[in-house]
């Protein structure tokens, strides 16, 4: 009896693991941490020196500026595009920093000025150092201009920040440091309705949260950040 109960607890285990594994096997990194593959400047084919990898991240640095432009700067976005996912990865805002966490973006330069011309954005804020914190709507872990969201769980600039954005079936979550901060759905009367209220009733943004496909952008928006651990599931 004894035997059996220890291959089953065996088995179960082995079980267990394997699914452990499959699940890690789901995983897609976007970033090795060593090189910019998957990446390029929206609307060019390779991503501008402004964006470097250092110590395992993928930091963007404005420093480099002639006549007060950046040098090889501009919004970053994956190669491939995306539908039902899970999206991991962490940032670090410097101090008085802005930045931002871009999806559902149409790679079409040509009909699209920005990537947030079309895809809604997980804002990267310096809350208490930005001019944009004072927006309640523009806040770190919001849904940019839509949806003001619980920032209990916002870490000040110059700490890591844990994001969990799913998009799944036109369901919308977003997590920031295992807080909900956005549980919303896509594409309803509701979602409509927020961007009316928006910015995003503009004409310049005509096709903005209209499309739940799109590729994954990180926003050069002038400032220090960084971001590491980028990875996706396709659900």
């Known amino acids: 009896m004894k035997k059996q109960l220890l291959t089953l607890t065996l088995l179960t285990f082995a079980i267990l693991s394997m699914n452990q594994l499959q699940a890690q096997d789901k995983w897609i990194s976007l970033f090795d941490g060593k090189t910019k593959n998957g990446w390029h400047t929206y609307g060019q084919t390779t991503v501008g020196d402004a964006w470097k990898v250092l110590d395992g991240t993928l930091m963007f640095d404005p ?3 002639v006549n007060g432009q950046i040098v090889g700067g501009g919004n ?4 491939e595009s995306f539908t039902n996912f899970h999206l991991q990865l962490e940032w670090k805002i410097s101090k008085n920093g802005n ?5 559902f973006v149409q790679d079409n330069p040509k009909k699209y000025g920005e990537p ?4 809604p954005e997980m804002q990267v804020l310096d809350n208490d150092g930005h ?8 806040r770190a ?3 940019y201009d839509l949806i003001v969201g619980d920032e209990s769980g916002v870490k ?8 969990d954005i799913i998009a799944n079936k036109g369901i919308l979550v977003m997590k920031l440091n295992g807080v909900t901060c956005v549980n919303t759905h896509l594409g309803d009367d509701s979602w409509k309705e927020l961007i009316r209220k928006s910015k995003f009733s503009q004409s310049e943004f005509l096709d903005f949260g209209k499309v739940f496909s799109g590729h994954i952008s990180l926003q050069d928006h002038g400032d220090k950040v960084w971001y590491r651990n980028i990875r996706i599931q396709k659900l």
């Open 63 to 65: 420093s480099n500026k």
């Open 76 to 79: 970053i976005v994956t190669n």
């Open 99 to 103: 930045s931002g966490i871009i999806f």
């Open 116 to 119: 947030w011309h079309t895809g």
């Open 131 to 138: 001019e944009d914190g004072k927006a309640t709507s523009h």
């Open 141 to 143: 872990g919001n849904l």
């Open 156 to 163: 000040p600039a110059e700490q890591w920040n844990q994001v």
